[in-house]
């Protein structure tokens, strides 16, 4: 605290291993040829812990109130992309891209919602496409101001997906005619080689894994990627045909972004109040 302005915390980084200058010379790996080629050949910019310290001192990653020991956030070895899973790895652990907390205001731990979108989808955080991450921002925000619990199907009603191979990012496909949140395409500049590995730590465990081990939503990218198309109310639980239900109500359709920004609101509960009003309005 300085001068009664709270200072962000330093989250812990490990230091460049002794080896770090020799990685270039280790063979590459393989086995991953069902990824597209634009996916595999990506090296991510934070080789250097010392990069990756100086990014982090300057962006929020974890969730206001959460002890920053929870996880360890780490650079990536020279031969490692974002697609390559957890080989010989002793602690488990995902990667998760600079712009996902630098503009898209997502924090660690990931909430009950996103995870769950995650294994709905089976996809890793990195193989969502970014432009997407902002609709399941957005939602949790709009569902928030109308008191609706955040669930992936009340969401998945309104997009479809459609899993190309070779596998590579993940777009969720808007259905226009039911779908209350406007388009959102923004260019996130060199986001493709802006990952850096998050390794769960025994603190964070219970954030991350499941009581038997098992991870929560899937930490590496996956070839089997789950369809959703035209999705009826008959698919739908109770509680999701709530969701919807009070979700069609409203005929013009919500900003995307505007409703994203309210994550870097300095007053987020007045501008969640404002959505509210927007939305008795609609």
Sequence with gaps: MVSGIPMETVREVREDPPEELAESNWPAKGGYGWVVADVRNQSSL?????????????????????????VSLERVSAIDCVCHGQEAATEKFFYMYMCHFSQLHVRLPLDDFTMGMLRALDVAPTQLHLNNWAYLQAFCILCQSLYLESSPYTFLYFYDTRPRQPTTWLSLISCPS???????SQSFKHF?????????????????????????FPFSWTGTLSWYKDMGTDELSVGDKVGVETLMKFVDKLPTKGLVRVYNSVHPIIDIEGICLLLKLC
């Design 178 to 184: 039911i779908n209350r949140l406007d388009a959102f």
């Design 192 to 216: 493709k080689n802006g990952y850096f590995k998050v390794v769960v730590k025994e603190e964070g465990k219970p954030y991350f894994l499941n009581a038997d081990g098992s991870a929560k």
């Design 46 to 70: 934070f080789r250097w812990s010392r990069l990756l310290n100086s990014w982090l001192n300057c962006t929020p990653v974890i969730a206001k109130g959460v002890s920053g020991d929870i």
